[in-house]
């Protein structure tokens, strides 16, 4: 198992927390060197917040770990190609690596629909690793919106 692998595995734990929850079940970890000092989950339903996307939280979380804002040396991994808004998150908090898992062909903001990583007009572009354990991070929200159709998993009001 790669180093991204194992880190990948602690973001699908996040994400695994999160289908418990009721929510959409994606992870985020970030990482620091070798030592992971953020985790998180989405929590727009629990929180009723629409920003409670992991990313957003991990990256929170990150700065407030280090304490401050350019999150230099760190790799962000996370189970679901990041959104516009995630994105720029991540562009303004000058990660330097995004690993991540499942494509996002709705709503991917790193290949699938925009290219914000890569978009040579920002000031900052962090290197990215897509289709890390991508299909059990596939797997986990397919899982979870399948049953969520059938009436299984209860919606949240």
Do not use: Q
């Not at 929850?21 to 994606?26: C, D, F, R, Y």
């Amino acid at each position: 198992m790669t180093a991204d692998e194992r880190l990948m595995e602690g973001a699908l734990r996040e994400a695994e927390m999160a289908r418990d929850a009721g929510e959409a079940p994606i992870g985020c970890l970030v990482a620091h060197g070798d030592e992971v000092i953020a985790s998180a989950h989405n929590v727009r339903e629990t929180a009723r917040d629409p920003l409670g996307h992991a990313e957003i939280i991990a990256l929170r979380a990150a700065a407030e770990r280090l304490g401050r804002w350019r999150l230099t040396g760190c790799t962000l991994y996370v189970t679901l190609e990041p959104c516009v808004m995630c994105a720029g998150a991540i562009v303004l908090s000058r990660v330097d690596r995004v690993v991540y898992g499942a494509a996002d062909p709705k709503a991917g903001a790193v290949t699938s629909l925009y290219r914000v990583l890569s978009d040579e007009r920002l000031n900052h572009r962090p290197e990215v690793t897509a289709g890390v354990l991508a299909e059990r991070c596939s797997a986990i929200l397919s899982d979870f919106f399948r049953e969520r159709r059938a009436g299984i998993v209860k919606d949240e009001k």
